[in-house]
């Protein structure tokens, strides 16, 4: 055994997806979808390391050192083994996705290819998946030349030119030639099993590598930013249009915190994060697919209410639990399911929805581009942004046991107000522009009367508050203050005092239900990042982006949180909100493509 951690790489088809580690481990993997059942569960029952139950392992005898990377522009993953006599094995991992038919072709599949490199390796295969978070193992059965793993919802199996009988009983061989496996499914292959390997294999290559082209990029950090958009998309759940905040639940915030929670759902806010993002890339099919599940919450919404997250299948209930046989990552537990946040106000999520919309009533490459009954829709959104501006909420950070007018929530009001002006005059409805304009600026005066303090010159976390915040940040960037404004300047300022151990910067000083955060939240640092690009001090940006990009793991993720003396990796992973801010910065500070070429 050996420790936990997030040196982990992502492989997903945007219907499902899993962690593997530097040694090859699939540690978490959820089935039928990123929200199900964990069927690798190992990553978060890890008091003493990495164990057997709940990995799908490739064993290299005599392991010695390992080498780790994704295929450029893709998100197939390669992991080279070593052991201490010079031999060496390859493991190739990646989920099928391309189009067949004219259709996405996104199975409940994991590929793993494996091949010698030196020498004759020694190796063991485990494979352990488990049921009903762990608490018990499926029923093996064998075929010819498969193992089909039965469960109480659901069959998969696995089929492998391998020797069955050396994975049953975990027995070290010797591997003389490449050996592939298709984990999925319980149905028969239309070919042998290394054809269908490999035609998978340059079938998946073909559709990321075609992808990738499309983006448009920045001149610097390309690769930066290739995977952070990558690694955005295969948080997309296609069939519905669901982004899920991270794949993972209960990686805690810092150790022996109890910030665990559930991140496998579709935060409207951070969704819209991510739209942006990609949008800026020139990337808008994840946008289209997004709006169509948000239409459905909007549609789906009674009395104006939206909740701050829902599940990928529009699930309203997400009922938090703990799974309290389960341990929790290095021991760290609680591990939860379900998420009590679904119950929250969090008053932000009307402005995270208009503005995750807004482009679509402006851009001329889509082939539906909204119009006046999607207008109609988000106006009830902006009625209810309007009628609730100024109320107590949960805030951003969903605090439990804590309610405030917080600025970043009455901010996304006026941001709902704002825009929707914008849609109301590109639609030719300048009685509804007038409208939403007059409500933007009455939101405004009180957000520059209540939000100030001149105690501590600076925008603060709540109406009449004294305490200061990360999220005030986002007044540049959604357009509500001009970055040059003494105020904003102030502010950011005494933010840095305030948040900030070196390029790092937590949320929030103020103690919240579980004292004063110990780690650095990772969007928090690009949004400063972001501010300090707009106000002029662009080198101290470009440093602090650059440290930020050297705190990634080896194959280039972000998790949620940083500790700023460690630089470990905590909180859940990968974190769609900490990839945003690499293609932020990177958008935001790059030299133009025309002073090179």
């Not at 390796?121 to 093996?140: C, E, H, M, T, Y």
């Amino acid at each position: 055994m050996d420790v936990a951690s997030l040196k982990l790489g992502l492989v997903g088809n945007c219907a499902v997806s899993a962690l593997i580690d530097d040694r090859a481990r699939v540690v978490w993997a959820c089935a039928p979808r990123f929200d199900g059942d964990p069927m690798f569960h190992a990553l978060i029952d890890s008091p003493e390391g990495v164990g057997p139950d709940g990995t799908f392992q490739v064993v290299l005898e005599d392991f010695s050192h390992s080498e780790q990377s994704y295929d450029h522009g893709t998100a197939v993953l390669r992991t080279r083994l070593y052991d201490t006599h010079g031999n060496a094995i390859e493991v190739t991992d990646f989920m099928p996705r391309f189009f067949l038919h004219d259709r996405p072709f996104r199975p409940m599949m994991l590929v793993r290819r494996i091949r010698p490199l030196e020498g004759r390796p020694q190796i063991r295969v485990v494979l352990r998946p488990v049921v009903d978070w762990g608490k018990s193992r499926p029923v093996r059965t064998r075929g010819s030349n498969h193992i089909r793993f039965v469960g109480p919802r659901f069959v998969v199996r696995l089929t492998s030119n391998a020797p069955l009988t050396y994975i049953l009983d975990e027995t070290s061989f010797s591997l003389d030639q490449p050996m592939s496996f298709i984990f999925g499914p319980d149905e028969t292959l239309d070919r042998g099993v290394e054809d269908a390997a490999r035609m998978l294999e340059e079938q998946t290559v073909n559709y990321w590598r075609d992808w990738t082209r499309r983006l448009a990029i920045p001149l610097e950090w390309q690769e930066a930013v290739i995977r952070a958009a990558i690694t955005l998309k295969m948080c997309l759940y296609e069939e519905t249009g669901a982004i899920v905040a991270a794949m993972t639940t209960s990686v805690p915030e810092a150790p022996g915190t109890q910030r665990n929670w559930d991140y496998r759902y579709c935060w409207l806010r951070d969704a819209f994060f991510v739209v942006r993002a990609l949008n800026s890339l020139s990337e808008t099919g994840t946008m289209e697919d997004y709006l169509r599940w948000l239409r459905n919450v909007v549609a789906q919404s009674k009395d104006g209410h939206v909740q701050p997250l829902y599940g990928i299948g529009l699930e309203h209930r997400l009922t938090e639990q703990t799974v309290d046989h389960l341990r929790g990552y290095r021991g760290n537990g609680p591990v939860r399911a379900g998420n009590q946040a679904y119950e929250h106000f969090q008053h932000d999520v009307y402005g995270n929805i208009v503005l995750g919309s807004a482009q679509s009533f402006f851009d001329h490459r889509l082939h539906q581009r909204a119009g006046l009954n999607e207008f109609a829709l988000l106006e009830r959104i902006g009625e209810q942004a309007y009628a609730i501006h100024d109320k107590p909420d949960a805030g951003m950070w969903e605090l439990r046991t804590r309610s405030r007018v917080h600025t970043s929530s009455v901010l996304m009001n006026w941001a709902a107000c704002d825009r929707l002006a914008k849609i109301a005059t590109v639609l030719n409805e300048p009685r509804r522009a007038h409208l939403w304009r007059e409500r933007a600026e009455i939101i405004r005066n009180k957000i520059l009367q209540n939000a100030w303090s001149d105690h501590r010159k600076a925008f603060v976390e709540s109406f009449g508050g004294k305490d200061l915040d990360a999220s005030v940040l986002l007044m540049a960037e959604v357009g509500f203050i001009d970055p040059k404004d003494p105020r904003f300047v102030s502010t950011v300022d005494a933010l840095e005092a305030s948040l900030c151990d070196g390029p790092h910067m937590r949320r929030y000083e103020a103690p919240d239900d579980f004292g004063r955060p110990e780690t650095a939240f990772n969007i928090c640092a690009f949004w400063r990042i972001d501010a300090l690009a707009r106000i002029g001090r662009t080198d101290e940006a470009r440093e602090i982006f650059e440290a930020l990009l050297a705190s990634r793991n080896h194959l280039g993720l972000l998790s949620e949180d940083t500790h700023p003396v460690t630089g470990e990796l905590w909180g859940n992973f990968p974190q769609t909100y900490s990839m945003v801010g690499i293609i932020n910065g990177a958008m935001r500070l790059s030299k133009p493509w025309d002073s090179q070429i």
